[in-house]
């Protein structure tokens, strides 16, 4: 009965470290895309430039790494709004201005479609 119980954890272990490890890429993907995009990144009424936007997230991200369990998790509890404020994050790009939740869905959307 041990047994059983120790190869149902090892299994769960490994299937779980399995999708931590698909989500890590695609959460790292986000944050390459964001980072050498041509769009400006909307914090609290400022505007940032890509690479300023891309070290904030990473920061962000590197505090609360350990209650993020999936790359939805991340778009909603990182990227969306500011933790302190609450105001939502928006992304500008070629003059088109969305909710930063809205655009790093769609990118989402996209990789998961390659197939990466």
């Known amino acids: 009965m041990h047994y059983a119980i120790a190869a ?8 779980f470290s399995h999708v931590c490890r698909a989500d890590e890429q695609e959460i790292q993907y986000l ?3 964001l980072s050498t995009s041509e769009c400006t ?3 609290n009424g400022k505007q940032y430039q890509a690479a300023e936007a891309f070290s904030h ?3 962000k991200y590197s505090h609360v790494k350990k209650r993020i369990h999936t790359t939805e998790d ?3 509890k990182v990227a969306t709004k500011s933790s302190l404020s609450g105001k939502k994050y928006e992304v500008n790009c070629t003059e088109t201005t969305q909710p ?3 655009w790093l869905y769609e990118i989402l959307s996209d990789y998961r479609k390659k197939g990466q």
């Open 8 to 15: 149902l954890v090892v299994c769960q272990t490994v299937l």
């Open 31 to 33: 944050l390459t895309t």
């Open 41 to 43: 990144f909307s914090r």
């Open 57 to 59: 997230l990473q920061k």
């Open 74 to 76: 991340f778009i909603e």
């Open 100 to 102: 930063a939740g809205k």
